[in-house]
């Protein structure tokens, strides 16, 4: 049974910047694709950011690319989420999510293990 604990997550101003962590224990991390799901207030969770096993393939949603930076350590079983230029539209509890082999999807029941999700809160 893998565990996904985030950090992170806090209050930040319009423009302002957060780096998100996922750390993994329980599994071989390096045999995971890993990614970002998030959930504003009476809206869907939706994708963010994924990264495959090793790292070497990453996609984003529209609404964050050029602005967020998805990277995976495996060395320290740890994804991170680096998040640039925030907007009041990226609050939302952010969850970190694992896959088995393959890379992350937008569908979410491709997902095998969950965290329990930070809060990120951007001010106007």
């Known amino acids: 049974q893998a565990q996904l604990v985030e950090s992170g997550g806090g209050v930040v101003q319009t423009g302002g910047s957060l780096t998100l962590s996922c750390a993994a224990s329980?599994?071989?991390?390096?045999?995971?694709?890993m990614g970002w799901f998030r959930q504003a207030p009476g809206k869907e969770r939706e994708f963010v950011a994924a990264i495959s096993r090793d790292g070497g393939t990453k996609n984003y949603a529209d609404s964050v690319k050029e602005r967020f930076t998805i990277s995976k350590d495996n060395a320290k079983n740890t994804m991170y989420l680096q998040m640039n230029s925030l907007k009041p539209e990226d609050t939302a509890v952010y969850y970190c999510?694992?896959?088995?082999?393959?890379?992350?999807?937008?569908?979410?029941?491709?997902?095998?293990?969950w965290g329990q999700g930070t809060q990120v809160t951007v001010s106007s």
């Open positions: 999510a694992a896959r088995f082999w393959r890379m992350i999807s937008l569908e979410q029941n491709d997902v095998n293990y």
């Open positions: 329980g599994r071989t991390f390096s045999s995971y694709s």
